[in-house]
């Protein structure tokens, strides 16, 4: 339930329009859609080779968006671009989406028409393009095609891994660090791409082995796009992936952190095995009845999964309100494009809805009783989304518990992996196991 500190907003507006400054794909240096990196970008030695291993980047970002719609999605070349910028922009993302064996885009020379998700895809790449017109991508050869996806293949979160949940599902995982380093599972809100939760793999790969994986029946299976069939999504499955992603690496027993709605799939997973040593848990949103409250957002978002979860059609009509232009207007563009997934077409909704719904909807005051496992939990005051006292809560009925309650940070600030944060986590492993360093 990341989606923003405000929520979808599926009341505003009655109709499409077009962007603000000039295009979706606006090279403007400030402001909503600025077209600056969102990432490090690398050493610049010539004006045509940052573009393309960063557009490689970007669009392995936008993966998981681009195998789970349904439709091809259409995106614009960056305002003020050369005339002739469509063709080039077009062999260049042809090129990469090839060579990274993922479902490739329309470009089209304007944004006029364009929904909600294909203007956030147009928006994230123009951040890759930074200030470089799309011109500069002419030079896209098959050589340096290759050495730009060897690049960002070799960057956590790298390339999916095909697991199988305990249950047969199939299920995309991934692992940045070393094999013999302690390991940590990192549990991501219901329905969002692994790119959200990059920040910690990156952050924490270079002294644990980081392994996390994307929701059930969310994602394509790897076997071509497309959604796999979702088997089973009551919180016993849901949180048994937990345990199937360790089996699928190989790995015996982890620290277990969870985010948002992750933090109550950490939880139950916690109370399943002893395979997980630890736990931290980050801006959780847990259902806790009368003894804590909730916030407007977790209200309105409950109300929404119940909908969408009733059939597809019920899902297909607050689609169609998710299709405008002005759901983007709550949502931070740097993420936009991650936080849309499970509202990108009328089967994830129903789906999100089925996934996300057990989870907020589930009392965790029985499983509290059962986790005996050390405990960080970690909130702020400042967090509209997930109420914080549904932290402290938590953190009172956990036998083993210690709350950090941050002075500063909304809900997204925990998916941002800070060097604050980093410290947080590895001063309570090191106090909990010893160490975060792998052993040699």
């Not at 990469?96 to 470009?107: I, Q, Y």
């Not at 799939?265 to 847990?286: C, E, K, M, Q």
Request: hydrophobic content about 40%; aromatic content about 2%; glycine content about 10%.
């Amino acid at each position: 339930m990341p989606d923003t500190e405000a929520g979808p907003r599926l009341s505003q507006g009655n109709g499409p329009r077009s962007a603000p400054g000039n295009g979706p794909l606006s090279a403007q240096s400030s402001g909503p859609l600025s077209a600056q990196s969102s990432g490090p970008r690398s050493a610049q030695s010539s004006a045509d080779a940052v573009p393309l291993q960063e557009l490689a980047a970007a669009l392995l970002d936008l993966e998981p968006l681009l195998s789970a719609v349904p439709e091809r999605l259409r995106v614009t070349p960056p305002a003020g671009s050369d005339p002739g910028s469509v063709r080039v922009l077009q062999a260049a993302l042809d090129a990469l989406a090839a060579r990274l064996d993922m479902p490739g885009v329309t470009v089209v020379p304007s944004g006029d028409g364009l929904w909600s998700v294909e203007l956030a895809v147009s928006r994230r790449l123009a951040r890759a393009l930074g200030t470089a017109p799309a011109e500069a991508v002419i030079h896209a050869d098959a050589s340096a095609v290759d050495r730009a996806v060897r690049a960002v293949h070799a960057a956590p979160p790298g390339r999916p891994v095909p697991l199988r949940a305990h249950d047969g599902t199939p299920l995309r995982g991934y692992r940045a660090g070393a094999a013999d380093a302690p390991a940590v599972v990192v549990v991501m809100a219901c329905g969002m791409p692994v790119g959200l939760a990059a920040p910690w793999l990156r952050a924490l790969s270079g002294t644990c082995q980081v392994v996390t994986w994307e929701s059930r029946g969310m994602f394509a299976a790897g076997d071509g796009p497309g959604l796999p069939a979702l088997t089973g999504h009551d919180l016993a499955a849901q949180a048994a992936d937990v345990l199937a992603v360790l089996d699928g690496f190989g790995i015996g027993e982890a620290h277990v952190m969870g985010l948002c709605g992750g933090a109550a799939l950490a939880l139950a997973a916690a109370a399943a095995s002893p395979r997980v040593t630890s736990l931290s848990l980050w801006h959780g949103d847990y259902e806790l009845g009368e003894d804590a409250p909730k916030t407007p957002h977790q209200r309105d978002v409950e109300g929404l999964l119940a909908m969408a979860s009733r059939s597809p059609r019920h899902a297909e009509g607050l689609h169609r309100m998710m299709r405008r232009p002005q759901a983007l207007d709550a949502l931070r563009p740097e993420v936009a494009h991650h936080l849309l997934h499970p509202y990108a077409s009328p089967e994830l909704m129903h789906r999100y809805g089925l996934l996300n719904g057990v989870i907020m909807s589930t009392d965790y005051r029985p499983l509290l009783r059962e986790v005996r496992q050390p405990t960080l939990v970690v909130s702020s005051e400042q967090d509209t989304t997930a109420h914080p006292e549904g932290s402290v809560q938590v953190a009172e009925r956990l036998p083993c518990a210690t709350l950090r309650m941050m002075p500063h940070g909304d809900h997204l600030s925990a998916f941002g992996a800070d060097p604050g944060l980093v410290g947080l986590l590895s001063d309570f492993m090191r106090d909990i196991h010893g160490t975060t360093e792998r052993d040699t």
